[in-house]
């Protein structure tokens, strides 16, 4: 079994900053990527940000203010995330891929982390 688990959502004035933490436990190895997407009300999940071996990408939306981590080696990944304006407002979920005890790639979710960005 393997947890994906998020912290660190909540209110925050338009141009504040948050910053949001996963770390996934379990039988996870050989982790080849760790993503951040958000879901907003009415809206489709987007991808926010990703780091793969050797490369990390953001949205356009998001280019120049969020910052993604991680750490292969305690299985955490952290996003940072200044100047946010009210269109960042989403469940934000953590996604991590690795392998199973199988040695499968397999995709693990959290179960999402809610960012409010408001006055």
């Known amino acids: 079994q393997v947890q994906v688990v998020e912290s660190g959502g909540g209110l925050v004035q338009p141009g504040g900053s948050l910053r949001l933490s996963c770390v996934a436990s379990?039988?996870?190895?050989?982790?080849?990527?760790m993503a951040w997407y958000r879901q907003a009300p009415g809206k489709q999940r987007e991808l926010v940000a990703s780091?793969?071996?050797?490369?990390?990408n953001y949205a356009d939306s998001v280019k120049g203010r969020f910052t993604i981590s991680g750490n292969n080696a305690k299985n955490t990944v952290a996003l940072q995330m200044n100047s946010l304006k009210p269109e960042d407002t989403a469940v934000y979920y953590c996604?991590?891929?690795?392998?199973?005890?199988?040695?499968?790639?397999?995709?693990?979710w959290g179960k999402g982390t809610l960012v409010t960005v408001s006055s």
């Open positions: 996604n991590i891929g690795g392998r199973d005890l199988l040695f499968r790639a397999t995709e693990y």
């Open positions: 379990g039988s996870i190895f050989n982790i080849y990527k």
């Open positions: 780091i793969t071996t050797g490369s990390t």
